[in-house]
């Protein structure tokens, strides 16, 4: 059994000795430990004090391409290595090391395929009253979503099985902790959670400038990973939201005219049209991306086909 570590870093030359140096090398059940550090285009000298703190692997990007696209990085070269657990954290040691083998046991036991690691929100100093309220709110509105339970949405720290990490794609470019989760919820792979506890914080995020530019980048990715996973419930939802109140607007016309005060509320009657015209053209847009939503699906399963055989041939596995 093999487990990687994987870390995405950008100009973390600071921290990462102190996250290095937390990552256990021996956890009950695992075989071998590696660690992977994917350098996402730093200008420091990251991949330097990576390899000599004692990372397995290195991958540099030639320039910043964004915590996304540091994360699918790693989980495609985990998988070329031949990873059979793959443990994300982040590179600013804001995760302790030590809580490894409790991420990692439910996979272990053959309970779960993701296993998120939940902080004590409420206990962290550095995070502010409204920003912990934000952290509460935008999780429910993520478990609803993905029909999930999971109460700490943003986690980075996580533990993917194989099947996990060749199961899921990201496609946002902003972060993937909300849409691997929506995407595990829908596609029916096994979640667990785990509490752990947090380091201190080394810096301050540079995921977002601002707390209103990280609650609009978060919806936006989850309307568009809800969107993609329930093309029909979500475009029925909107083309509803217009129609019943055209249609609401037409029978108040209907009203008026039979009462024989039609001519003064023509208004109402063109923009009942519109409304209930639009309401129908999106719910319409829904039924076509259901059916795109099934070649997705076909699209998805013959990728994850493609990613076994090429993990089998790589392991030399039957």
């Not at 309401?279 to 013959?302: C, H, P, S, T, Y």
Request: charged share 20%.
């Amino acid at each position: 059994m093999k487990l990687i570590v994987q870390i995405p870093c950008y100009n973390e030359a600071e921290t990462l000795p102190a996250t290095l140096a937390d990552i256990p090398r021996q956890v009950e059940g695992i075989d071998e430990i590696e660690v992977l550090v994917v350098d996402d285009g730093s200008t420091d000298n990251s991949a330097e004090v990576a390899r000599q703190h004692g990372a397995d692997h290195i991958v540099r990007l030639k320039s910043n391409r964004g915590l996304a696209v540091a994360f699918s990085v790693g989980l495609s070269r985990s998988l070329e290595l031949g990873a059979d657990i793959i443990v994300h954290t982040d590179a600013d040691n804001q995760y302790q090391g030590e809580c490894i083998p409790d991420l990692v046991a439910p996979i272990l036991h053959g309970e779960a395929d993701l296993v998120v690691g939940t902080r004590p929100i409420e206990a962290i100093a550095e995070f502010s009253w409204l920003k912990k309220k934000l952290q509460r709110l935008g999780s429910w509105v993520v478990r609803q979503v993905s029909g999930t339970d999971i109460r700490d949405a943003t986690s980075g720290f996580r533990a993917y099985s194989r099947t996990a990490a060749m199961r899921l794609n990201v496609v946002s470019d902003f972060t993937y902790t909300l849409e691997t989760l929506i995407q595990a919820g829908r596609t029916n792979l096994a979640i667990a959670q785990v509490p752990i506890q947090t380091n201190p914080q080394a810096r301050a995020s540079r995921l977002f400038s601002s707390i209103p530019a990280y609650i609009w980048q978060s919806a936006k990715t989850i309307l568009r990973i809800y969107a993609l996973y329930r093309p029909l419930r979500f475009f029925a939802t909107v083309g509803l939201l217009l129609f019943l109140p055209g249609f609401a607007l037409g029978l108040r016309f209907v009203y008026y005219y039979i009462t024989g005060n039609g001519v003064g509320h023509v208004q109402s009657l063109i923009l009942a049209a519109v409304l209930m015209l639009l309401g129908f053209q999106i719910g319409i847009f829904g039924v076509l991306a259901d059916l795109i939503g099934a070649n997705r699906k076909l699209i998805q399963e013959n990728l994850y086909a493609t990613r076994e055989a090429q993990v089998k041939n790589r392991t030399g596995e039957d």
